[in-house]
């Protein structure tokens, strides 16, 4: 219950950083939220520690229903320990292991006036190391006004992507941001974060040309995809060790 509540309030806190920015590309996810003693602060069920942490302070000054109520152990804090370490390494392997899947699911939602084909551009643009540039290669030779202007939008949509996801050169690949792991562990949480964001956005946008049903089964759709970047981890009890001094 400690790493469920402890998860919950991560995501309450990463939702709060971008809430009020109009440019999500400035917003920095703070290097705290990677750190095994800053989840332990987050979990009510930890010792009390020699340091406190302003954020998770300040964050639990606001929120009655976060704060610990009951007794800590001292014994305890080496599950506590453990557990923070299980679920950073959880985390961190779902913002690995989903980056495609959610940006297959998100550029699709958000670009429905795309071809199938310029969509798979974007996609791989991001996703399979090829350069800036290359992603266009499914403009018609014929260069016809509409191919031109969908070209314009994909090469838009490919700068802003990448911008969000660190990749604001055209030589970057995430391959090689993926050797950096505190660097990638945050930019790719605050890609998820403008992906949400976008579907937000999307969603609430309600086009002239539609019909009020069209648009709200637009809106229920856009609504439908979206996730969430922290994951609500549950640490599965084989996952604890006893402290011996307990025993």
Known sequence: MSIKKASSELMHMVKEIYR???D???????????????????MPGTWETSKRDELVR???????EFRFKGTRYR????????????????????????????IIRAVFALCPGISRKGIW?????????????????????????ESTNEASVIRAVMQEHRAVSGLANPPEKISELKKDKERYDRLV???????????????EMKLSEESNEEWERRKAFLVGKRFNGVLLCNIKSHFVSIDSGVL
Not at 30 to 42: D, G, Q, V, Y
Not at 189 to 203: P, S, V
């Open 20 to 22: 009020d920015m109009t």
């Open 24 to 42: 999500i590309i400035t917003v920095e996810v703070p290097e705290e939220f990677w750190n095994r003693n800053f989840i332990r602060h987050l």
């Open 58 to 64: 300040a964050f639990h000054e606001g929120r009655a």
């Open 75 to 102: 014994g305890d804090r080496d599950i506590y320990d453990y557990g923070a370490m299980k679920y950073l390494t959880n985390l961190k392997n779902h913002l690995t292991t989903n980056l495609e899947r959610f």
């Open 121 to 145: 551009a974007i996609i791989n643009d991001i996703t399979n190391d090829r350069k800036h540039e290359d992603g266009v290669e499914f403009v018609d030779k014929k260069e016809s006004n």
């Open 189 to 203: 949480l605050r890609y998820f974060l403008f992906l949400d964001r976008e579907l937000e956005r999307k969603a």
